[in-house]
């Protein structure tokens, strides 16, 4: 397949979504990190982007919408949710997907959401995300712009290196990097309590103030919660070895304030100032640009356990599920 970039301008965004409403894979930017959008009630393009980007058919997807009024036309509503999705949605503008009870007979059509009762439902406040959703009319159901299992993409270019040929087209985004560079937080809003299934761009501080409790799923049993939560995700091809102090020859480093990984053959910082959203923003395009294949290696500093920090050090271990660990 032939994959175009276009550039994110008016006439490229209504290309976009003609090319939506004929069963089309359009990648986009939004504020968390680039996804690949198809018309989440085409069930012939829902299967065609399962295809494209390697994923097994029973990890659902994040169906995006563009007003808050939407998520009752596909979701069964309480107050709570209700509530908590005009309290994150729509006035703290907050990055944040919503696991709520399906509604059947929804026209999103059931391969999108892995055939669960479950619908993942989120707004995105990314300029071209918002202006792509109201020019297409429709619901968009959008994975991450990237293969299965492999890094998320916070740039136009590590998009089209993993997707060149797989996607009719690309959006580019008018910055280099996406705002926030991790992706939104998954809340489970379907028990008693609170479920955060995936940390991300919103802090758990944040929910526990606005919600009072809520349960961790890493303090869960274990039980199929998220699909896309388990084996080795958000991997370059290389290896990675985590809390280093310092690069063995063979290595490349990733830094993180005064943890300069020296000795190596070369190094990034994720943030010299220390500052954790700094290095959220940076964090994927550094370990692609670090990335040397199956024989490298990323010898990776400490990244503190604070507000962002927490969601960084998921990716992290995530990426090393799996592996040896091989810190010496
Ligand atoms: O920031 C983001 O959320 C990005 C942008 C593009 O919106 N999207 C994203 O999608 O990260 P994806 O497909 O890479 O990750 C979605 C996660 C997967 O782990 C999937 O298993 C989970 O959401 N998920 C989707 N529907 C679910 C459901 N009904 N119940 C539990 N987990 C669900
Ligand atoms: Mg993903």
Redesign the pocket.
């Known amino acids: 397949m032939k994959s175009y970039r276009l550039k994110s301008d008016d006439a490229s965004i209504a290309k976009a979504a003609q090319c939506l409403g004929q069963g089309g894979l359009v990648a986009f930017p ?1 504020e ?6 198809v018309d989440a009630t085409d069930k012939e393009a829902v299967l065609s982007l399962y295809r494209a980007k390697e ?1 097994p058919s029973h ?4 169906i ?1 919408i563009a007003h808050p009024e939407e998520a009752a036309l596909y979701g069964e509503l309480n107050d709570t949710i209700r509530r908590a999705m005009m309290h994150f949605w729509q006035k703290e503008k907050s ?1 944040i ?1 919503f ?1 709520i009870p ?1 509604k059947k007979k929804s026209a999103i059509c059931s391969q999108a ?2 055939h ?1 009762s ?3 439902l ?1 707004l ?1 406040h990314h300029r071209v ?1 918002q202006s792509l959703l109201m020019a297409a009319g429709v619901p968009i159901a ?5 293969i299965s299992g492999n890094l ?1 993409a916070s740039s136009a270019d590590a998009a089209w290196q993993q997707l060149e040929g797989r996607i009719h087209m690309l959006i580019e985004d008018e910055q280099p990097l996406t705002r ?1 560079g ?3 937080t ?1 809340l ?1 809003l379907t028990g008693d309590v609170p479920l955060r ?2 940390t ?2 919103v802090k758990d501080e944040i929910l526990h103030r606005y919600f009072g409790t809520i349960d961790l799923y890493e303090e869960q049993e274990k039980s199929v ?5 388990m084996g080795r ?1 958000y991997a370059p091809s290389c290896c990675l070895r985590l809390n280093a102090r310092s690069c063995q020859p063979h290595e490349v480093g990733l830094s993180f304030g005064r943890t300069i990984m020296t000795g190596g053959r070369r190094e990034m910082n994720l943030s010299q100032a220390g500052n954790m959203d700094e290095a959220a923003h940076n964090f994927y395009e550094m370990l692609r640009l670090l990335d040397d294949g199956p024989d490298g290696r990323i010898a990776i500093a400490p990244i503190p356990m604070t507000g962002i920090g927490h969601a960084i050090n998921d990716r992290l271990h995530r990426a090393t599920a799996g592996m040896i660990d091989d810190n010496r």
């Open positions: 939004t968390t990190v680039y996804g690949i959008g994923r990890n659902p997807l994040i995006h990055s997907t696991i399906f959401i892995a669960k479950t619908i993942a989120r995105p995300a959008a994975p991450s712009a990237n998320s926030l991790i992706e939104s998954i489970d299934l995936r991300g761009a919660h998220s699909p896309g939560l995700h």
